[in-house]
C-alpha cells in the first residue's frame, strides 16, 4: 500500500541521515530490517510447489486480491479488483502421457508424449477431471448430466477465468507476467513466430514468477466459466465463478499461432464446449487443471 511504502522510504532516509552518528554495522543492520519489512507489505506469500499422488506437480497458491482486465484493452476486458481465497494449480499444462494415462486415449494432433494434450473439447477438459480426481479418491467436481461445478468438492476442476488470471499474473500489472515488451515473448513463450507451426512439449520457456510454464502460448487453456463480453462490468469481487449461463466458454492464454496481442494476460477468448461426440476439438486448445485449498494440500 502507498502509506507503508512513504513510511518505510522516510525510515530509510532518516537512517542514512542519522547513520554518521552510528556504528557502521548498526546502521547495515536497521537499513536491512526496515527493507524486509518493505519487501513483505508488498509482496505475496511466496507459492509452495507439492507433488499429487499421482505425480503432477501443482503449485499451492496464496488467496489474496488483485486487478482482472486491462486499462485501455478490448471491450471485454474492463479493469476490476478481484479477491481469491487460496487454490493449487498445475504446474504445467496437462500433457500428452498424463491425459492418456488418465482417459486411456490421446486426441492430440501432433503427437508428442511432453507436449500438451490438445483437440480437447472444454467437455473432454472436464471428464478428464473427474477421471483424474477419481483416482486419487477424491470426490469430483463436475455433473456430467448438468456440467455443473460443484466448487465445493475437493477433487480436480477447470480454472475459474479469475483463479486462471490471477494464477498466469502471479502479482504482475503487466500487459504479461514478465513486463510490457513484445520482444521479451520469445522467451516466455512458444507462439506464431517461434512454435514452427505446432505445439511443443511443456515447461521449455522461462516461467512465470510463480513458477508456472506456458502462460502465455503453446495452447489455449479451457477455464470453467461461461463466457459473456460484459460480465467483468458486474462479476463480484470476492471469487468470482462467471455467467450463470452461455453458449461459449472461455479459454486464456494464447497458444502455438496466436500474435503478442493474443498472449496478453488480460486477453479473452471463447469457443463452444462441444458437449456431444459429434463435435471436434482443435490443436489449439488444452488445459490445466486446479484444485480448492485444503489442509492436506499444504503439508
Not at 503453446?218 to 463480484?236: I, R, T
Not at 490443436?283 to 492436506?296: A, H, K, M, N, P
Request: hydrophobic content about 35%; proline content about 7%.
Amino acid at each position: 500500500m502507498p502509506i507503508k511504502r512513504d513510511v518505510c522510504r522516510m525510515v530509510s532516509v532518516g537512517i542514512r541521515i542519522s547513520g554518521k552518528g552510528l556504528p557502521f554495522l548498526v546502521c547495515v543492520a536497521l537499513t536491512c530490517l526496515f527493507a524486509n519489512v518493505c519487501a513483505s507489505e508488498s509482496a505475496p506469500a511466496a507459492p509452495k510447489e507439492i507433488t499429487t499422488p499421482s505425480g503432477v506437480q501443482m503449485i499451492l497458491l496464496p488467496g489474496g486480491t488483485f486487478t482482472m482486465g486491462q486499462e485501455g484493452g478490448e471491450v471485454d476486458e474492463t479493469p476490476h479488483a478481484v479477491t481469491l481465497s487460496p487454490f493449487a494449480i498445475d504446474k504445467f499444462e496437462v500433457t500428452q502421457q498424463e491425459y492418456e494415462q488418465v482417459m486411456g486415449s490421446n486426441p492430440s494432433k501432433v503427437i508428442n508424449p511432453k507436449n500438451p494434450v490438445e483437440q480437447v473439447r472444454w467437455s473432454d477438459a472436464v471428464r478428464y477431471c473427474n477421471e483424474r480426481s477419481r483416482r486419487e479418491g477424491l470426490d469430483p467436481a463436475y455433473d456430467l448430466k448438468t456440467w455443473s461445478c460443484r466448487f465445493e468438492a475437493n477433487g480436480y476442476r477447470l480454472p475459474t477465468e479469475a483463479d486462471w488470471d490471477y494464477a498466469a499474473r502471479a502479482g504482475a500489472t503487466t500487459v504479461y507476467s514478465f513486463g510490457d515488451m513484445d520482444a521479451e515473448l520469445i522467451r516466455h513463450a512458444w507462439f506464431k513466430t517461434n512454435s514452427g507451426g505446432k505445439p511443443r512439449p511443456v515447461g521449455q520457456r522461462k516461467p512465470n514468477p510463480w513458477g508456472l510454464y506456458d502462460v502465455h502460448g503453446n495452447v489455449w487453456e479451457w477455464c470453467n466459466d461461461f463466457y459473456k463480453v460484459d460480465y467483468y462490468a458486474a462479476a463480484p469481487a470476492q471469487g468470482p465463478k462467471g455467467p450463470d449461463a452461455g453458449d461459449k466458454k472461455v479459454l486464456r492464454g494464447g497458444c502455438w499461432n496466436s500474435t503478442p496481442d493474443a498472449c496478453r494476460l488480460a486477453y479473452r477468448y471463447n469457443e463452444n464446449p462441444a458437449y456431444t461426440d459429434a463435435c471436434f476439438g482443435y490443436d489449439i486448445y488444452g488445459l490445466r487443471c486446479v484444485q480448492s485449498y485444503r489442509e492436506t494440500l499444504s503439508k
